[in-house]
Nanobody
Framework: QVQLVESGGGLVQSGGSLRLSCAASGSIFSMNVMGWYRQAAGKEREWVERIRFRDTYYADSVKGRFTISRDNANNTMYLQMNSLKPEHTAVYYC?????????WGQGTQVTVSS
């Protein structure tokens, strides 16, 4: 069984920063395909950043602001978010592919005030 737990969300003022963490536990034998997604109120879930093996992909809206990283020794992935704006307010989810299975965390709320 695989479990993903996000943390680090909260309330921050516009222009501030947050670092989200996603701790994976269970049968973690790969950290090669993973990413961050978000879903704002009334909108569909969208991808933010992903890592696939040696390649990293960013949504155009977050390039230069958000940075995805991973710590394989601790089975943890991160999303460093800088220069936050109210439009970034959403529930953020982490995602990891292990073998042919996709795993999701429960999400963490990020709220950016004006």
């Amino acid at each position: 069984q695989v479990q993903l737990v996000e943390s680090g969300g909260g309330l921050v003022q516009s222009g501030g920063s947050l670092r989200l963490s996603c701790a994976a536990s269970g049968s973690i034998f790969s950290m090669n395909v993973m990413g961050w997604y978000r879903q704002a109120a009334g909108k569909e879930r969208e991808w933010v950043e992903r890592i696939r093996f040696r390649d990293t992909y960013y949504a155009d809206s977050v390039k230069g602001r958000f940075t995805i990283s991973r710590d394989n020794a601790n089975n943890t992935m991160y999303l460093q978010m800088n220069s936050l704006k109210p439009e970034h307010t959403a529930v953020y989810y982490c995602n990891i592919w292990i073998g042919a299975r996709e795993h999701w965390g429960q999400g963490t709320q990020v709220t950016v005030s004006s």
